[in-house]
C-alpha cells in the first residue's frame, strides 16, 4: 500500500476533516395504547395524582397493564363501590381533581367527599369549573350558573345545540355548532359566529376554535381570527391545550402545530389504538392523553440520546431479529403482539444480514466493544454457511432453512435440497446479494481487528468473486444457467440503452467488486478484468454517466429495458450506495477516485430530497464537506422507535404539497418525517404515503437505522454521548 493511500484510509478512519455532531439529547416520541371500545362522547382526563380516568356511555375506566410495545386495556373503574348506583352524564377536572355530574348533582371525592353540589337539571351533560367552586352547567340547549347549590343565573338557547363549555380570562365561554358565546358578570354575549363549529380550547393568551373545515386562532390581543385549513385532517372534532400548545383531534388522527409552520401528525396503530379521536387532554409526565373511539393512546416523549437510541435498536435486534445469524423480520404477529410471530425467511437474508454486519463492524471499529465484536462473528458464520449450503463452488444461497419446514417458506418452488442433511438453501441469487455481501466481507476484513474474521472474510469474498469472475461475469445457479439479475457480464450490461438506469447499475457495482477483490486479495484477475470492462467495454462511461440523463427506455428499446426503466428503482439507490463503499475507497488510482467521486455527489444530489442518513454518510466518504449533516441528524432522530408494519395513511392530507406523476415517483415536495411515513426498508420510496399494514411484521432496526448510526459514528461524524447503555424501555 502506498503512503499516500494509506493516509488517504487513516484520514478516513479517523473522521479528520468533518464537523462533528455533539450527540445532544432530543425529544422522542413513542406510544403506550390502551385498546377498549370507547363511545363518541367518551372523554379522558388525569388529575393532580397522574391519575388517568375516563368515561364513555356513563361508565368510568382506567388503563391497565401497557407499556410501550406491550398494549394494555381499557378496563371498568370499581373502587368507589358508591358510584354503582350513579348514572353519570359527564366527568372533568376542576382544581385538578375529578368531578362527576349525573342528573341531580355535581361532586368529588376530594375534599373529603365535602363538596356535593345539587343541581335542577335532569338531562344535563356538561360542565365547567368558574372561580371560587361556581360551575356552569349545560344539558345541550339551557345554561345553569350554580354556586352552593344555587342558581344564580340561567338561560336557554333556542334553535342552538351546546358543544363545549369553558372558563378563562374571568369568564366561561360557551360553544354551539353556529355561535361562539362568553359569559360574565351574567350577561352572555357573542364573541364569534359561523357554521359547522365542533370544539373549542381556551386559555389566557389564545382561543382556538375547531370546526368541520380547520380552525380558528385568536391570539389575546387580536380581534379578528387566523383561520387554518390546510391541515393534516380535517374536521376539527376536538382541540385541546397542552401547556400552551393546541392539539387537535379529528376522524383520521391527532396534530399539533410545529414552530416552523407544519404539523405533527399521528395516525395510525404506530401511535392511536383508532383514528377517530374524540377527547384529548395532558397526561403525565408530559404525556398527551389521546382517546379514541378504539382505545387510549399515552403519547410520550423523553429526552434522549442518538447513542442511547442505538443500543434501545441493538437489544430490538439481539432479542427478536436474530434467525441463524441472519438479521430477519418478525412476521405473523397478532396485531403488534411481540409474543407471537415467526422469524421469517427472505430473498434478500444475505443482504439484509449484510448491512446489518456492516453496522456491527463500524460500532466495533467506533467502540471496540466485544459484543459488537461477536455480533460480527455470528453474522459472518451465517453468511459463510449460504456458500457452504449449495455446494456450487462461491455461489451463495439466498438464504437456508431446516428441511422440515420448507412448506412454510417463500417460494417453496426455488427452494433446493442441501447436500447438509436436514437443510434446503433457495437459489436465484441476485445481484442485490453480491454488492451486499462484498460491501459486509470488505468491512469486516479491514476494521474488524481480529485475524480470525478478517481471514474469513477475505476468503469469501475472493470465493465469490472468483466465481463470478469465472463464470464470464454471471452467478451462476444450480441449473448451469445465471441467475435472472445476478449478470454483469457486457453482453448484457450494454445491451441496455445508456439512459436505462441498470447499465449504469450493474457497471458501477461490478468496478466496485472487483475493486474490493483485488485490495485484499491483490489478484491480479482482478484488477485485469476492471480495467478491461472500463477501458474496452465503456464500464467507466456508464458509471460516470450523470444521473439526469437516467429516465425512461425509448420507444424502440427492447421490452426488458422499459420494463425496467418505468420510473425510478430504489432497490438501486442501496445497491449503488452500498458499492460506492467499494469502489471509492478502494479505487485503484487517484484519477479513478476523482471521477468516481464526482459520479458518487452526482447520485446523491438525486437523493438529497429524501433525506437519507444512509445515502448522505456513504456520499461522506468521499469526503466532500456537503453531505446534509443536519438532514441526517434529523433522519436518526426521527425515526420511530416502533417498527411494526402499522396502517399509515397520508394521502388525505391538505397540508402537504403534492407533485404531479415523475419518473422519481416522488409525490410531496418534503419528505415527511420518518415518524409519519410507512415502515420501509431503505430499498424502496420514502416518498410512499399510504401503506396497508396490519401489525403482522416488525422490521429490524439492523439495516435500517444501525447501519447510519454506526457508520456515522465510525466517521466521526456523531460524536459518543456520555450517557450510559442502560436500555429506554424494557421492549
Avoid at 109 to 129: S, T, V, Y
Avoid at 481 to 497: D, E, H, L, M, Q
Avoid at 662 to 672: D, E, M, W
Avoid at 682 to 707: C, K, M, P, V
Amino acid at each position: 500500500m502506498t503512503i499516500c493511500r494509506l493516509a488517504f484510509l487513516l484520514i478516513l478512519g479517523s473522521g479528520i476533516g468533518f464537523s462533528q455532531v455533539p450527540d445532544q439529547p432530543f425529544e422522542q416520541w413513542y406510544s403506550i395504547r390502551y385498546y377498549g371500545a370507547v363511545r363518541k362522547d367518551g372523554k379522558v382526563f388525569k388529575d393532580r395524582n397522574n391519575l388517568i380516568q375516563g368515561i364513555s356511555g356513563g361508565q368510568l375506566f382506567l388503563p391497565a397493564h401497557g407499556r410501550f410495545l406491550h398494549p394494555g386495556a381499557l378496563v371498568p373503574d370499581t373502587r368507589y363501590r358508591s358510584m354503582k348506583s350513579r348514572t353519570l352524564r359527564d366527568m372533568g377536572v376542576y382544581q385538578h381533581q375529578f368531578w362527576y355530574l349525573d342528573e341531580e348533582s355535581l361532586w368529588s371525592h376530594a375534599w373529603a367527599g365535602r363538596m356535593e353540589l345539587l343541581h335542577p337539571m335532569p338531562q344535563a351533560k356538561m360542565f365547567a369549573g368558574g372561580p371560587d367552586f361556581s360551575f356552569l352547567i349545560s344539558d345541550g340547549t339551557s345554561l345553569e350558573y350554580l354556586k352552593d347549590s344555587l342558581v344564580l343565573w340561567h338561560t336557554t338557547l333556542t334553535g342552538e345545540q351546546v358543544k363545549a363549555i369553558s372558563y378563562a380570562r374571568q369568564k366561561f365561554w360557551v360553544l354551539t355548532s353556529t355561535h361562539l358565546y362568553t359569559l360574565q358578570n351574567k350577561k352572555l354575549q357573542t364573541f364569534y359566529s359561523g357554521e359547522g363549529f365542533t370544539s373549542l380550547a381556551v386559555n389566557d393568551t389564545s382561543v382556538y376554535l375547531g370546526y368541520e373545515k380547520g380552525y380558528y386562532h385568536w391570539k389575546k390581543e387580536s380581534h379578528l381570527p387566523l383561520e387554518h385549513t390546510q391541515l393534516p385532517s380535517v374536521p376539527v372534532n376536538t382541540v385541546t391545550l397542552i401547556d400552551g400548545h393546541p392539539w387537535m383531534g379529528t376522524n383520521k388522527g391527532v396534530f399539533t402545530p410545529k414552530p416552523d409552520g407544519t404539523y405533527a401528525y399521528f395516525q395510525g396503530e404506530r401511535w392511536l389504538p383508532g383514528d377517530e379521536v374524540i377527547s384529548i387532554t395532558a397526561g403525565p409526565t408530559n404525556s398527551v392523553l389521546v382517546l379514541t373511539t378504539q382505545g387510549l393512546s399515552q403519547l410520550s416523549k423523553r429526552m434522549i440520546t442518538l447513542q442511547e437510541k442505538a443500543y434501545f435498536f441493538e437489544n430490538q435486534v439481539r432479542t427478536r431479529h436474530i434467525r441463524n445469524g441472519f438479521n430477519a423480520s418478525l412476521e405473523g404477529m397478532e396485531k403488534g403482539n411481540l409474543g407471537t410471530g415467526y422469524l421469517s425467511d427472505a430473498d434478500n437474508d444475505g443482504l439484509w444480514t449484510s448491512m446489518y454486519l456492516g453496522s456491527q463492524a463500524f460500532r466495533y471499529a467506533a467502540t471496540k466493544e466485544k459484543q459488537a465484536l461477536e455480533n460480527c462473528r455470528e453474522s459472518l458464520e451465517a453468511m459463510e454457511r449460504l456458500y457452504a449450503v449449495t455446494s456450487i463452488p462461491g455461489f451463495p444461497a439466498r438464504s437456508f432453512e431446516r428441511k422440515s419446514i420448507k412448506s412454510q417458506l417463500s417460494d417453496t418452488n426455488v427452494w433446493q435440497p442441501s447436500h447438509q442433511p436436514g437443510w434446503v438453501w433457495k437459489a436465484t441469487t441476485s445481484s442485490d446479494e453480491a454488492i451486499g455481501h462484498v460491501f459486509a466481507f470488505s468491512t469486516v476484513a479491514e476494521l474488524v481487528n481480529e485475524p480470525s474474521l478478517q481471514k474469513k472474510a477475505i476468503r469469501l469474498l475472493d470465493t465469490l468473486m472468483n466465481h463470478i469472475v469465472s463464470h464470464d461475469l454471471y452467478l451462476v445457479d444450480y441449473d448451469g444457467k445465471p441467475t435472472k439479475w445476478g449478470r454483469w457480464n457486457p453482453a448484457y450490461v450494454n445491451s441496455f440503452p445508456v439512459n436505462v438506469g441498470d447499465r449504469k447499475l450493474n457497471s458501477s457495482n461490478i468496478i466496485g467488486m472487483l475493486q474490493t477483490a483485488y485490495h485484499f486479495t491483490k489478484k491480479e484477475k482482478y484488477r485485469k478484468k476492471a480495467f478491461e470492462l472500463m477501458t474496452k467495454h465503456g464500464y467507466l462511461a456508464n458509471l460516470t454517466r450523470p444521473m439526469s440523463e437516467i429516465g425512461k427506455a425509448p420507444d424502440n428499446a427492447d421490452e426488458h429495458s422499459k420494463l425496467l426503466s418505468e420510473g425510478w428503482n430504489h432497490s438501486d439507490d442501496e445497491m449503488y450506495f452500498l458499492g460506492y463503499w467499494g469502489l471509492y475507497r478502494y479505487a485503484f488510482n487517484d484519477t479513478l477516485r476523482t471521477q468516481y467521486r464526482r459520479a458518487i455527489i452526482d447520485h446523491w444530489q438525486v437523493e438529497r430530497p429524501e433525506k437519507d442518513a444512509t445515502w448522505n454518510f456513504f456520499t461522506a466518504l468521499t469526503g466532500t464537506k456537503s453531505f446534509d449533516l443536519a438532514e441526517s441528524i434529523w433522519y436518526l432522530q426521527q425515526y420511530p422507535l416502533d417498527l411494526i408494519d402499522w396502517r399509515i395513511q397520508n394521502s388525505h392530507r391538505q397540508d402537504l404539497h403534492f407533485l404531479p406523476d415523475n419518473f422519481r415517483k416522488q409525490t410531496i415536495s418534503q419528505v415527511l418525517s420518518p415518524a409519519e411515513r410507512p415502515m420501509q426498508r431503505h430499498n424502496r420510496n420514502t416518498f410512499i404515503l399510504d401503506e396497508n399494514g396490519n401489525g403482522q411484521s416488525e422490521f429490524s432496526a439492523g439495516d435500517t437505522w444501525l447501519l447510519p448510526y454506526w457508520l456515522g459514528r465510525y466517521l466521526g461524524i456523531i460524536k459518543a454521548s456520555p450517557s450510559d447503555h442502560s436500555l429506554l424501555f424494557s421492549n
